[in-house]
């Protein structure tokens, strides 16, 4: 029985200190598996947040890397527009060669019974100037440029005997009233010698802004000074006019520009202004007190102007030529000539509002330029 006691106990031992050492031996491995565990997830943590830093510069790098490629395809119209260097300073000269034209052209009315024949000014083409200064911002950006045209022509003819009068007397005036009793200007004339000069000064100060490649869009402010003179010295006497008319106001313009090949390309653009001001007209004769003073200090007039032509450029881009067909319109500017309209060989008339007659110019252009 002891021994047996003495065995039961021993195993009894045995089992305690095996239970107590596996229990040692699994509390040791599950703190060290712990302490690996917290390592690998410290590491986790310091991976995720360093890839955390890293993305949204790869994505910027990316982003630029894009971006300069859409810009470098053109897909970005802006994409020059915050590179000041893609702006540039121009100036440009055009020497500008056209026929003035206007609603009352006359400049005798030649009283060749049974016919009644207006005489009017027998315009050739002239040769003026305009010049153009100004800062052509890259596309989307806003740039300036001043525009200034200079006309200052005249055109004269001559009448008589053998030349217009052929068969009877010539008259110039502006009005007649009781029945011809009173007449502004000249009658009975044999022979005469007429002058007509036109003076045209027009500024314009803008904003302009290439919107796409192909189309530059421009408005602001327009000053335009118009003087148009009348003289006809005859045999019964002198007679002279002046019409002026001074106004501002608004402008806006669009330009188109197309390549056709290599550095030629075709060009059209067109120009609108609105002109508030005042306009004036005086008629005087020698030999009498019957004069005619109209003032008007709240005109309104307009203008419309057009260009189509060819543009080439150099290979760097610093000089380029053009030349196109060019025509304006001047509305409501007042015409100086006589403006009576002779239907018969009556002494009465028809007499035209010497304020509402119109201007206009017709030829074409050639000049060229600098930009840097």
């Known amino acids: 029985m002891k021994y047996s ?11 305690t200190m095996t239970v107590a050492v596996s229990a040692e031996d699994v509390k040791l491995m599950s703190y060290d598996d712990l302490l690996v565990r917290m390592e690998n997830l410290e590491r986790q943590v310091q991976s995720q947040a360093q890839a955390q830093d890293q993305v949204p510069a790869q994505s910027v790098s990316l982003y630029s890397e894009q971006s300069s490629a859409f ?15 893609c702006g540039k300073l121009y100036v440009g000269y055009e020497s500008v060669f056209v026929t003035p034209f206007q ?19 027998d315009w050739d083409m002239e040769q003026s100037n305009r010049i153009e200064l100004g800062y052509l911002a890259p596309t989307c950006g ?17 009448v008589d005997s053998n030349n217009g009068l052929t068969q009877d007397e010539g008259a110039i005036f502006w009005a007649s009233t009781d029945n011809g009793g009173t007449v502004l200007g000249l009658v009975d004339v044999d022979t005469a010698v007429m002058t007509q000069s036109i ?25 335009a000074k118009l ?27 669009v330009e188109y ?28 004769t020698d030999g009498s007190d019957k004069q005619l003073l109209i003032d008007n200090p709240a005109a309104l007039a307009g203008a419309l102007e057009m260009q189509l032509g060819l543009q080439w450029t150099s290979r760097n881009g610093h000089f380029f030529i053009k030349s196109g067909l060019e025509t304006q319109y001047w509305a409501n500017v007042g015409s100086p000539n006589p403006s009576a309209i002779y239907t018969d060989d009556s002494d009465d008339a028809n007499v035209d509002d010497v304020m509402n007659e119109n201007l206009g110019f017709v030829g074409f252009t050639f000049g060229g330029g600098f930009q840097y």
């Open 142 to 158: 806003m740039g300036w440029r001043a525009r200034y045209w200079q006309f200052n022509h005249s055109s004269s003819f001559d």
């Open 5 to 15: 006691f003495s065995v039961a106990l021993a195993l009894a031992l045995v089992v």
């Open 257 to 284: 520009h197309k390549p056709v090949y290599g550095r030629l390309g075709w060009y059209a653009n067109g120009r609108s202004s609105l002109l508030f001001g005042k306009q004036s007209f005086a008629l005087a």
């Open 227 to 253: 003087g148009q003179h009348y003289l006809a010295v005859t045999d019964s006497g002198i007679a002279a006019a002046d019409m002026q008319f001074q106004g501002y106001g608004p402008t806006f313009a």
């Open 103 to 121: 609603s009352n052209n006359t400049g005798i009315i030649a009283q060749n019974d049974p016919v009644i024949q207006h005489i009017g000014f």
């Open 199 to 223: 003076d045209v000064y027009v500024l314009d100060l803008e904003m302009q802004k290439q919107a796409t490649k192909s189309f530059l869009l421009s408005g602001g402010f327009r000053y």
């Open 71 to 85: 810009a470098v395809q053109g897909y970005s119209p802006c994409a020059c527009a915050q590179q000041p260097e």
